[in-house]
């Protein structure tokens, strides 16, 4: 299998980069550079921190899942696999690329099953999901009963509430694919009869022999995942942790930009709505949604250049410097071994 970047996603990542810039920066450069100069150095770096720590506790959830399989994997080798996972998040519509290339990785440069690295990567993601949804809930709760926003940021929370249900359907069927022999069944005989018009029809004895067995074993490993209990508390626990790391970025970034008008859970909860939001953005990063979610959100909180400033700053850490972290580790520790595959 050769792996190739999209190039596509990639100059249409700059394009909208650009235009947000434009559009949000227009008539407020000036103002906005000047708040950039004068950042606290030390807040800034503990936003910094928080995204870190976001990636570690990613990468200590994706190791815990693994080592039910094999516990020769190291954790080192597991968070530089996280790191060049969030350049190909970056570049994909709906942060679609990431899984699959570490289940390529993994299935390359280990001896594990591929029935049981895409099982762990499968039920990392399912979890992920849940504390994604349920933080949100949480979020939505909390803004109807003890009135987050002092103006309610009408137009966007209906995308948010969208955003909430999609990630919740997408948990029911992930579920109900991953424990439902029957229903895979199913889904496996619509693609053969695709397959048998397509040009790989003499393939497809092969590759019907070959899916049947690894779908077959997939389902056996689901079981052996689900009877740890204990297993799923740490990585529901590291889950909840990593998503309230990405959530605080934002309050230190106001802290780093001299607004201190905002308490942390007030940043948190518009945090979790921006990340419902970008759920149903279908651009690389979904670029245009998180920066306008940003604006109108935390606008119930601060305003002008001084918010724009803070969305920038705020955009940069989450997305940016993982794009470019990831790019390198991709490029420095994968990319040789997995383009010549």
Same mark, same amino acid.
């Given at each position: &299998?050769?792996?190739?970047?999209?190039?596509?996603?990639?100059?249409?990542?700059?394009?909208?980069?650009?235009?947000?810039?434009?559009?949000?920066?227009?008539?407020?450069?000036?103002?906005? *550079?000047?708040?950039?100069?004068?950042?606290? /150095?030390?807040?800034?770096?503990?936003?910094?921190?928080?995204?870190?720590?976001?990636? @570690?506790?990613?990468? $200590?959830?994706?190791?815990?899942?693994?080592?039910?399989?094999?516990?020769?994997?190291?954790?080192?080798?597991?968070?530089?696999?996280?790191?060049?996972?969030?350049?190909?998040?970056?570049?994909?519509?709906?942060?679609?690329?990431?899984?699959?290339?570490?289940?390529?990785?993994?299935?390359?440069?280990?001896? =594990?099953?591929?029935?049981?690295?895409?099982?762990?990567?499968?039920?990392?993601?399912?979890?992920?999901?849940?504390?994604?949804?349920?933080?949100?809930?949480?979020?939505?709760?909390?803004?109807?009963? @003890?009135?987050?926003?002092?103006?309610?940021?009408?137009?966007?929370? @209906?995308?948010?509430?969208?955003?909430? #249900?999609?990630?919740?359907? +997408?948990?029911?069927?992930?579920?109900?694919?991953?424990?439902?022999?029957?229903?895979?069944?199913?889904?496996?005989?619509?693609?053969?009869?695709?397959?048998?018009?397509?040009?790989?029809?003499?393939?497809?004895?092969?590759?019907?022999?070959?899916?049947?067995?690894?779908?077959?074993?997939?389902?056996?490993?689901?079981?052996?995942?689900?009877?740890?209990?204990?297993?799923?508390?740490?990585?529901?626990?590291?889950?909840?942790?990593?998503?309230? $790391?990405?959530? #605080?970025?934002?309050?230190?970034? $106001?802290?780093? #930009?001299?607004?201190?008008?905002?308490?942390?859970?007030?940043?948190?909860?518009?945090? #979790?709505?921006?990340? =419902? +939001?970008?759920? +149903?953005?279908?651009?690389?990063?979904?670029?245009?949604?998180?920066? =306008?979610?940003?604006?109108?959100?935390?606008?119930? @909180?601060?305003?002008?250049?001084?918010?724009?400033? *803070?969305?920038?700053?705020?955009?940069?850490?989450?997305?940016?410097?993982?794009?470019?972290?990831? &790019?390198?580790?991709?490029?420095?520790?994968?990319?040789?071994? /997995?383009?010549?595959?």
């Amino acid at each position: &299998m050769k792996q190739h970047i999209n190039k596509k996603n990639i100059i249409l990542l700059i394009l909208v980069t650009a235009i947000v810039l434009y559009i949000t920066t227009g008539g407020e450069l000036q103002d906005i *550079i000047n708040i950039l100069s004068h950042v606290n /150095v030390f807040w800034l770096g503990i936003a910094l921190s928080m995204i870190v720590l976001y990636w @570690f506790f990613s990468a $200590c959830t994706l190791y815990i899942m693994l080592r039910a399989y094999n516990d020769q994997i190291k954790l080192t080798e597991v968070f530089k696999l996280t790191l060049s996972t969030q350049f190909f998040n970056g570049i994909t519509p709906f942060a679609s690329g990431g899984q699959p290339f570490q289940i390529y990785v993994l299935n390359k440069h280990s001896n =594990m099953k591929l029935s049981s690295i895409t099982s762990a990567s499968l039920h990392n993601f399912i979890v992920y999901q849940t504390v994604l949804v349920a933080l949100g809930s949480a979020a939505i709760l909390a803004k109807y009963f @003890f009135n987050i926003f002092p103006e309610d940021p009408s137009g966007m929370k @209906f995308i948010a509430v969208a955003g909430f #249900a999609l990630n919740l359907f +997408v948990i029911f069927a992930i579920i109900i694919i991953a424990v439902s022999p029957k229903l895979t069944s199913m889904i496996l005989s619509l693609i053969y009869k695709l397959i048998s018009i397509s040009p790989l029809k003499k393939r497809l004895p092969s590759i019907k022999t070959k899916t049947d067995h690894t779908v077959k074993q997939f389902h056996k490993d689901i079981l052996v995942l689900m009877s740890d209990r204990e297993m799923y508390f740490k990585v529901l626990s590291l889950n909840v942790v990593k998503m309230v $790391c990405y959530y #605080a970025v934002a309050y230190f970034i $106001c802290l780093s #930009a001299g607004f201190n008008a905002i308490n942390i859970w007030q940043a948190i909860i518009a945090s #979790a709505y921006i990340m =419902m +939001v970008t759920s +149903v953005v279908p651009l690389p990063g979904a670029s245009g949604g998180a920066e =306008m979610g940003f604006l109108i959100f935390f606008g119930s @909180f601060v305003i002008g250049a001084q918010a724009t400033a *803070i969305m920038l700053l705020w955009r940069f850490i989450t997305y940016y410097v993982g794009l470019f972290v990831g &790019m390198l580790t991709y490029f420095i520790g994968y990319h040789k071994g /997995v383009a010549d595959s």
